[in-house]
């Protein structure tokens, strides 16, 4: 019966444990997997790159929907890690991107042109080789290229690109830095030439072809989302759109919510089967201890006295089980965690309570025995023994 009680409250409690280790690693794993970065972008009709650059009017103020601080309203965004601007730009045509060397002066269409800041390089994690991310927030006539736009321009990687130099057109771009590959960067710049964004926006007039990539801290992407238009632009947050990320916050509470009652079922099941089994166990002792109970009656003892006896039994049983049921669990709980490298999520009272369910399993399943004894005869006891 002790084996009993210690088996169904053990497995309870560690069926509980293991549910709210196991949901917390779910919310954590729901989390670092959430979309972690966000792009804001002019909304309404925009104009396409060729159209940007056909516009240019030199004399004429640029209209710009993203203010000249941008990044900086977005950066105090409580959980925004980074922010930065890109401005496509064409890559074909006059506007070309080429490099001027002695045997071959032709336009190089496969490679992307972009403005790009410095805040952009951190949002999306992106390193160079040298570090000079800073070039990109000047307005210098300076060029970062991507290892496989280095190859095609004919321009050899280096710590020291001077003399090197890139054209946009009919204008000369100093080769400064180059992108270093990682795996961790979300946006692939490896045939990518960056100019200074100041310089991009110079040459289209607007920023309306421009997006800003925000990264966010694991999980906050939904609320992030939500409130970063109204940052950047809160005169008119309208004129901006942000990505759509989905919350995991109803899904995660769903999880829990499901593991909680898969848990609980199973724990009760459990239970109410082992108080079955102790209440049997109790009920064969009764009956074989039928002449006992009589000789007790016979010399004065009282029914509550005589059912007291298999309360006691049954309340010291559980009390027993229970405790050892506590370290079972425990013992459970930080084996599943260990051999699946989660972090344990057992609260203190939790093992405290086993004592408690196995007292009450106990005294609930000596509730008919200790009444059945409690209604033997003394005079048909003695007989029958």
Same mark, same amino acid.
């Given at each position: 019966m002790v084996l009993a009680v210690a088996l169904s409250t053990g497995a309870l409690l560690a069926s509980v444990g293991i549910s709210a280790t196991a949901s917390k690693q779910i919310s954590s794993d729901m989390a670092a997997a959430t979309l972690d970065v966000i792009t804001v972008s002019v909304s309404g009709p925009q104009l396409d790159s060729e159209t940007a650059l056909g516009s240019d009017?030199?004399? %004429?103020?640029?209209?710009?929907?993203?203010?000249?601080? @941008?990044?900086?309203?977005?950066?105090?965004? &409580?959980?925004?890690?980074?922010?930065?601007?890109? /401005?496509?730009?064409?890559a074909t045509g006059d506007g070309g991107l080429h490099a001027m060397r002695a045997s071959n002066g032709n336009v190089l269409d496969a490679v992307t +042109? @972009?403005? =790009?800041?410095?805040?952009?390089?951190? #949002?999306?994690?992106?390193?160079l080789h040298s570090g000079r991310t800073w070039f990109?927030?000047?307005?210098? &006539?300076?060029v970062v290229l991507g290892q496989r736009a280095a190859q095609r321009l004919g321009v050899p990687i280096s710590s020291d690109p001077t003399g090197h130099q890139v054209w946009v057109g009919a204008r000369p771009f100093q080769v400064v830095d180059f992108v270093r590959d990682s795996p961790s960067q979300r946006v692939d710049l490896s045939? #990518?030439?960056?100019?200074?964004?100041?310089s991009a926006l110079g040459t289209t007039r607007t920023d309306s072809i421009a997006q800003m990539l925000v990264r966010v801290a694991p999980g906050s992407g939904a609320?992030?989302?939500? =409130?970063?238009?109204? !940052?950047?632009?809160?005169?008119?947050?309208?004129?901006?759109?942000? %990505? &759509?990320?989905?919350?995991?916050?109803?899904?995660?509470?769903? =999880?829990?919510?499901?593991?909680?009652?898969?848990?609980?079922?199973?724990g009760i099941f459990l239970l109410c089967l082992s108080a079955l089994l102790i209440a049997n166990s109790m009920v064969v002792s009764v009956v074989s201890r039928t002449g006992e109970i009589g000789l007790r009656r016979a010399l004065g003892a009282s029914r509550a006295g005589v059912s007291a006896v298999f309360w006691g039994e049954g309340l010291i /049983?559980?009390?027993?089980?229970?405790?050892?049921?506590? @370290?079972?669990?425990?013992?459970? *709980?930080?084996? =599943?965690s260990a051999w699946n490298q989660w972090s344990v999520a057992l609260d203190?009272? +939790?093992? +405290?309570?086993?004592?408690?369910?196995?007292?009450?399993?106990?005294?609930?399943?000596?509730?008919?025995?200790? #009444?059945? !004894?409690?209604?033997?005869?003394? @005079?048909? #006891? *003695?007989?029958n023994d």
């Open positions: 009017d030199s004399a %004429s103020t640029p209209d710009l929907a993203f203010p000249v601080d @941008a990044e900086d309203r977005a950066t105090e965004v &409580d959980m925004v890690l980074a922010a930065g601007m890109r /401005l496509e730009m064409p +042109l @972009a403005g =790009v800041s410095g805040g952009y390089l951190e #949002a999306a994690e992106i390193e990109l927030d000047s307005e210098e &006539d300076v045939s #990518a030439a960056l100019i200074p964004y100041a609320q992030v989302s939500r =409130v970063i238009r109204t !940052a950047i632009r809160p005169d008119n947050p309208k004129e901006l759109v942000a %990505s &759509d990320v989905a919350s995991m916050s109803t899904l995660r509470r769903g =999880v829990d919510t499901q593991l909680d009652r898969l848990a609980g079922g199973i /049983l559980g009390l027993i089980g229970g405790t050892t049921g506590s @370290a079972l669990a425990s013992t459970l *709980v930080l084996g =599943v203190f009272w +939790l093992v +405290l309570l086993g004592p408690v369910i196995g007292a009450i399993i106990g005294v609930v399943a000596s509730a008919y025995p200790a #009444a059945r !004894a409690a209604r033997i005869s003394p @005079a048909i #006891a *003695v007989r």
